[in-house]
């Protein structure tokens, strides 16, 4: 089956410029509470679930996916970007990565007590959208949590040049709101959403979700 264009597209963009992302974002975290405060959370509530196997998907570099490790989750990173995760096991190697994509998870259902997600949907199309959160459904055990992490904002940008690169990527940004529906379209409870303005150096307001899975 012929890959989809908008994934050869993201990871050849990914790939084209995974140093200089990892040495800009390699620190990121530290100075967003917030989103700390919702990564926490979700560990939480994984870790009060009994625990069990988790993903981070769309993991890139993996400094995300370490956080949650540090949080004290069973996580293993999922990207599709070579480039992106031969920089994630050489700085995280007590950690796993593994290339794939979230349109086609490669694991078990019911298989996960947790999925965090955090700013990768936002390369998926809003026609595959209900396809991979249908998925992560399917992977996650009833009552496994979600995790997203996105731009709250409702708009397609095409972005074609960064650190001195050319590529091309589309971002299909989302409402918590709008993010919302499609999540409970696929089969999950969200009880908890939040919201934030750009921080100085950010272009975006951001949005945070955390669901379910009936």
């Keep these: 089956m012929t890959e989809p264009t908008f994934l050869q597209d993201t990871r050849t963009a990914y790939d084209t410029f995974a140093v200089e992302y990892a040495d800009t974002f390699r620190d990121e975290l530290a100075g967003i509470p917030i989103e700390r405060a919702m990564l926490a959370a979700y560990a939480d509530l994984v870790l009060a679930g009994g625990g069990g196997a988790t993903l981070d998907v769309g993991c890139g570099t993996g400094p995300g996916t370490a956080h949650l490790a540090g949080l004290g989750l069973d ?115 969200v009880f908890a959403q939040a919201s934030r303005k750009a921080q100085p150096g950010e272009a975006t307001p951001r949005g945070m979700l955390l669901a379910r899975a009936c």
């Design 75 to 189: 996580v293993r990173g999922l990207d599709l970007s070579p480039g992106m995760l031969a920089l994630a096991r050489s700085r995280y190697p007590q950690l796993r990565f593994d290339e794939g994509t979230m349109t086609a998870l490669d694991v078990a259902d019911g298989s996960l007590a947790g999925i965090s997600a955090q700013y990768s949907v936002i390369h998926i199309p809003d026609e595959e959208l209900p396809s991979v959160l249908a998925g992560f459904r399917r992977a996650l055990a009833t009552g496994g949590h979600l995790l997203l992490i996105f731009q709250n904002l409702d708009e397609h940008r095409l972005r074609t040049e960064a650190f001195g690169h050319t590529f091309t990527l589309n971002y299909h940004f989302r409402s918590v709101d709008r993010m919302a529906e499609f999540v409970t379209g696929a089969g999950f409870d």
